[in-house]
């Protein structure tokens, strides 16, 4: 074995390895802190949905309860009188819809007869007990319900009150319904957070009637969704496809766009009677944290790469310069001196590691002797 | 030829009908005036189509509309008649109707880029800027308006829009415009305002060079309201207008990639505590990266040769070195001016990746820092053998042999992370 090439090959292996090793794990804390600061931000997205679909029934719910209590609304609909009521209720209902976007009000009979469509009171008269669940549980069971519904405007967050009568006796009920762009608008516009829903297409074409052509159109479609609203279209259409879109549960992902990382969260979309009929996907810019992230590891990288030569500089100057060629080249001389040949001196001792002086000196007194 | 006699009924009949169509050519301007002064509505008026003025007489006389005033109808290109009723006063105030703030809707729309100057920090592109707000008081019947809205442009737009209340937006990074802006305004029957406006004009950006050549650069437009406060009016922008602001899908930029169009909107401090409103459309441009390989990368590359040769030409023996030091040190210096007179060429040409940190500055760094090193090595190593004196003949070897190969390496290895950490 030539310790001279095998050896210093193993200690500056060695120090590869542990340099290697040290980057390595440097790397993995950098990718963990990565994958903490992007699950935040997928709970944060979480949250913020959450949060704002809960602040949007209570909106709904807190209109619906305010005008059902009136006395001159609940008096016209114990009285059966659709005139009046529409008279106590349009100014109010034009104001909320011009000013405050309330797209939807509608008084109903027990158990689910469509009494005064304020935003279209020319209708009326239709049972909608069995398409809408929540309608059904409100007139039954004389408890107010609030929750996402498919109407025939599009899905709808709405809030359903019970009338009662002066004896306590159920009348009818009243619902506020408010349509899911303006919230994810208010998404976008707090926290920067793109947001989209699509719902499925054959509930839609089914219950959303009175639905706009522009949404139901082939370029919207993703998989058996229709991509109903989004704060970005362009962008949503290339961050859901059909490949993601399909979700019994909440997942996220990572996906680039136009060279940018944004974190993708899906969360199924329910109706009131926990029947999932969609998907909302939010989306956050985390192209920052990645680059973050990918100069964190070159960095490390670069610092491994000085750390090993430097490693490797010492271990060749100081076991291969102060160790291994004088005792090389003594040996040499040695060798020579034992075949006859006195007339290479030794370098100057103190050019030699104190562990080699003497084997030095004792060569060159031999060498002496030799020449004597 | 045989002469035809005119009878004396046929001249009677003719005489009587140019004297019915003097009639009405003397009585027609007079009626449309007297109607005017009297302060009565204005009945549609035909804008030189029988059709038009058959579909406008179908209105019943004294109906609502009649009474309300209707406008007229406008056949397409044609500008419609005023936003408000006739004898209304302009409604010049901010309107109320829906509450305080205002909320206007931007929108920008990239129609053509025309340059970008990335060492000055300045582009030139053509827009169509959209607003959006409601104004109650400009409602009308349905019926008013056969296409669904009112619309003026161009000189008309602009005598409407002088009627009317209109927020007070400016873009505050816009250096100059052409002299034509086109406008296009048009009211809808709720009341909502859209106005467009298309303007060519130049624009100056803050340009962060930090990743060059992998950088992106954003073309903003800083759309700020004047005088009114966000309790006034507010910058808003929502689906539509996400959608509505796009670049052209014709619109290039020469050595750019142009992406996604983004709005944001803020507020501005102002004083004693007033905010004003402030939105952000910003279409992001990515730099074809191989545009600054040739010019710039390339020498820089080879400039960092420069002191690993001066390292490489000499050779260890056991007295010292082959090559004598002075021949070295000429080397590392005719290097040190190639480096000085490359970033002199480089800074000129892009001006801005002179200041600041990025990946050109960071490898001039490393130029300079190789060639002071080399240049120590050539004194301490080559010209004064002090490793040799010092430790030895073989720590000597064992030293140059260490540096002929780490310094390579280290250079190359950071000119790499250099261009990594650009490319994140």
Known sequence: MTFRRRGTALLVATSFIVVLAITGIANFLTTRLLHEAKEENYKLMRDVLQSIVKSTEDKALSRAEMIASMNGVRDSLVARDRAKLLEECERMFKIQDEKYGVSRGQFHLPPGISFLRLHNPKKFGDDQSVSRPMLGDVNVNDVLRTGLEITPAGPTISAIVPVDDDSGKLAGSFEIGLELPPMLDKIKEAYNIEAAVFVEEKLLKELATELGGDVLTPKNRVGRYIRYYSTHPELASMLVTDKEIEILEARHYDKTVEGTMWGVQLVPLYTYNGKQVGVYALAINQAQENAAAGRARVWQFLTALFAVVAFAGVVLVVVRGLLLSPVQALGERMKALADGDASQPADPIDTYADEVQPLAEGYERLRKERQS | ?424
């Open chain 2, 1 to 424: 030829m045989r002469r035809r006699r005119t009878s004396p009924a046929r001249s009677l009949a003719a005489l009587v009908i140019m004297a019915l169509f003097g009639i009405a050519l003397v009585f027609f301007p007079l009626r449309s005036r007297a109607v005017a002064k009297g302060g009565a509505p204005a009945k549609p008026v035909a804008s030189g189509s029988a059709k038009l003025a058959a579909s406008a007489s179908a209105f019943p006389s004294g109906s609502a509309s009649a009474a309300e005033g209707v406008a007229p109808f406008v056949p397409h290109g044609a500008a419609s008649a005023s936003a408000l009723p006739p004898g209304a006063e302009p409604a010049l105030s901010i309107p109320t109707g829906k509450g305080l703030p205002v909320s206007v809707n931007v929108a920008v729309f990239f129609l053509e880029l025309k340059a970008f100057d990335d060492t000055k920090g300045e582009f030139d592109c053509t827009t169509d800027v959209r607003y959006r707000w409601t104004d109650l008081r400009l409602k009308f019947e349905k019926r008013e308006a056969y296409r669904g809205y009112k619309e003026w442009r161009g000189n008309e737009a602009e005598d409407e829009l002088a009627k009317i209340w209109k927020p007070n937006i400016d873009v505050t990074n816009r250096l100059e415009s052409s002299s034509y802006v086109g406008h296009r305004l048009r009211i809808f029957p709720s009341g909502d305002v859209e106005l467009i406006t298309r303007m060519t004009a130049k624009y100056k950006v803050a340009v962060n060079a930090e990743r060059f050549p992998f950088d992106r650069q954003y073309l903003v437009l800083d759309f700020l309201v004047r005088e009114e406060t966000t309790d006034e009016v507010v910058l808003r922008f929502n689906n539509e207008d996400v959608q509505w602001s796009r670049v052209s899908k014709n619109a290039s930029l020469d050595g750019w990639d142009p992406g996604l169009v983004d709005l944001d909107a803020d507020v501005v401090q102002g004083w004693n505590g007033d905010r004003y409103a402030k939105l952000t459309a910003s279409l992001f441009v990515d730099r074809l990266a191989t545009t600054g390989l040739a010019p710039i990368f390339i020498p820089l590359v080879a400039s960092l040769l420069i002191p690993l040769l001066a390292i490489w030409m000499n050779k260890a023996t056991p007295e010292g070195f082959e090559v004598e030091a002075f021949e070295l040190a000429n080397m590392g210096i005719g290097g040190l001016f190639s480096v000085i007179a490359l970033s002199f060429a480089i800074y000129t040409s892009y001006a801005m990746i002179a200041g600041g940190d990025n990946t050109v500055t960071r490898l001039f760094g490393l130029n300079y820092a190789t060639l002071a090193l080399s240049l120590t090595i050539v004194v301490v190593l080559f010209r004064y053998n002090i490793v040799r004196r010092w430790w030895g003949p073989y720590v000597h070897e064992q030293v140059f042999k260490w540096i002929a190969w780490a310094m390579p390496v280290l250079t190359l290895g950071t000119s790499v992370a250099f261009l990594l950490v650009a490319a994140q």
